[in-house]
């Protein structure tokens, strides 16, 4: 039986990591001066996964990252000083000012909504909006908020099954007279949610905007301040009532970038500045009180009480999206034939290709009435099937090109078409209509590079030019 209880100070360590702290009087969260063989170190000692080894003691550095010191390198422990009552953010109920508009905040769990678990020392999602208002009272400047958790998963467990709670959930608080929604979520999948409510949720009413954060609120770096202030200012005062996504713009917190939701993609597994738009421009910036339009086709916020939503909450989930790279066999198409998919996107090489091994798998899948359809791997531009032979003859098996559809974004379109209808024509008209600016006729030059910042030249460029 272990030797710890909920109270232990020296909580999940044993072994001789237990020994060495408890030789020098170190407890848990006790910050620390570390002298090792390898150097010193100083940071706060954190709790010890109970599944992790014995061998080391883990401290949570200034930087906000955690190393782990092999306990038989320590020469001494010196305890400089205490930190727990950091972690702890109270809930607070958001207070009411006549005037201001209403915003709703929906939680589904992420980074964003994330805190130390006392326990494992690992980032858990168990921060409830109550506690993300605890932590950022200038939302009370903004709006009167209303909270609501909905989930509080990491979003590589959002699925089909959320995408309709929320996309439900935002509709019942529309219908309720809501001025702005606001859903705090992982960034991981977070253009897929958003692609599922572009479909799900058309003609909103008002800003839907999600947000999360790719640091968690404990680290002297986090990103989650900003931009929930960011999405929280778009919800309730912006013209732009799309669903968007609402992050860090460039490296620096100069601004946040907002996106359309179908047209945003994470492209960097840890920058603050992961999102982009793709092939197309950004809709706006926001600093902190100030939107700046860079990209007027917008769908407009309707007067109070009016409103055009069309919910279309349907989704059938027998849909997959196959990254196609070099060597490919067949049984990976089969196998998914085989199972009943009735649905497959490609993410196809250069301008929307497969290996010739793979045709007869294709033609089993028409056969078997799947509907297929080709984006790009290369994630900038077109599908162009006309330009080779063999696009040619990949089109002649029955599958689709989809223009500029982003992978994900077709994936979940489809998922969504046949939650609608069996008729392969009629997914195909719905597939190939543009939703939301789900295709694009062309793709301005300037998208990506100008205007979504991450260079210190670019931004040099941008003051420059917009003085
Ligand atoms: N893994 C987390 C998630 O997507 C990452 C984040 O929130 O940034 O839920």
Not at 130 to 155: H, M, Q, R, W
Not at 256 to 277: A, D, E, I, P, Q
Request: include cysteine; proline fraction near 5%; charge should be negative.
């Amino acid at each position: 039986m272990s030797t710890e209880t909920a109270q232990d100070d020296l909580r999940g360590y044993r072994g001789i990591s237990r020994e060495v702290l408890a030789r020098d009087g170190i407890r848990v969260w006790s910050e620390v001066r570390a002298k090792t063989k390898q150097g010193q170190f100083e940071g706060l000692v954190l709790p010890r996964s109970e599944t992790a080894d014995e061998l080391h003691i883990v401290l949570k550095l200034d930087s906000g990252y955690n190393i782990g010191l092999a306990a038989d390198q320590i020469e001494s422990l010196e305890e400089v000083g205490r930190r727990e009552a950091q972690y702890k953010i109270p809930e607070k109920k958001f207070p009411y000012s006549a005037g201001k508009p209403r915003v709703k905040l929906f939680g589904t769990g992420g980074t964003i909504a994330s805190r130390l678990d006392y326990r494992t020392g690992a980032v858990i999602p168990a921060f409830s909006p109550g506690e993300l208002y605890g932590s950022v009272p200038e939302l009370a400047d903004i709006c009167n908020l209303e909270t609501e958790k909905l989930y509080g998963i990491f979003s590589e467990n959002m699925g089909p099954e959320q995408w309709i709670g929320v996309a439900q959930a935002c509709a019942a608080e529309i219908e309720k007279g809501i001025d702005g929604i606001v859903i705090g979520h992982g960034t991981d999948t977070m253009h897929h949610t958003a692609a599922a409510l572009s479909f799900m949720l058309q003609n909103p009413p008002v800003p839907i905007v999600m947000v999360g954060s790719q640091r968690s609120s404990d680290r002297p770096s986090s990103d989650a301040t900003l931009n929930l202030i960011h999405a929280t200012y778009t919800a309730a005062r912006s013209d732009i009532a799309e669903i968007v996504v609402c992050m860090f713009g460039p490296t620096s917190d100069d601004y946040g970038l907002l996106h359309r939701g179908t047209r945003v993609r994470k492209m960097h597994s840890s920058y603050r500045s992961t999102f982009r738009t793709i092939g197309d421009r950004p809709l706006a910036t926001v600093e902190r009180e100030k939107i700046t339009i860079l990209n007027p086709g917008y769908h407009q916020r309707c007067p109070r009480g009016e409103s055009n939503l069309a919910l279309n909450a349907a989704f059938d989930d027998r849909v997959s999206l196959v990254y196609y790279y070099p060597g490919m066999k067949p049984d990976v198409i089969e196998s998914l034939v085989d199972n009943g998919y009735r649905g497959i996107v490609f993410a196809g090489t250069g301008l929307g290709h497969v290996n010739r091994a793979v045709y007869p798998a294709i033609e089993k899948a028409r056969e078997a009435g799947v509907a297929s359809y080709m984006t790009v791997q290369t994630i900038w531009g077109y599908t162009q099937m006309y330009v080779y032979e063999t696009g040619r003859e990949i089109m002649g098996l029955g599958v689709e090109p989809i223009a500029n559809m982003l992978p994900e974004v077709a994936y979940v379109k489809l998922g969504w078409a046949l939650g609608q209808t069996d008729d392969l024509g009629e997914i195909k008209k719905i597939m190939q209509t543009p939703i939301n600016g789900d295709i694009t006729e062309r793709e301005p030059p300037d998208g990506y590079l100008v205007y979504q910042g991450g260079l210190p030249e670019i931004e040099e460029f941008m003051r420059r030019v917009h003085r």
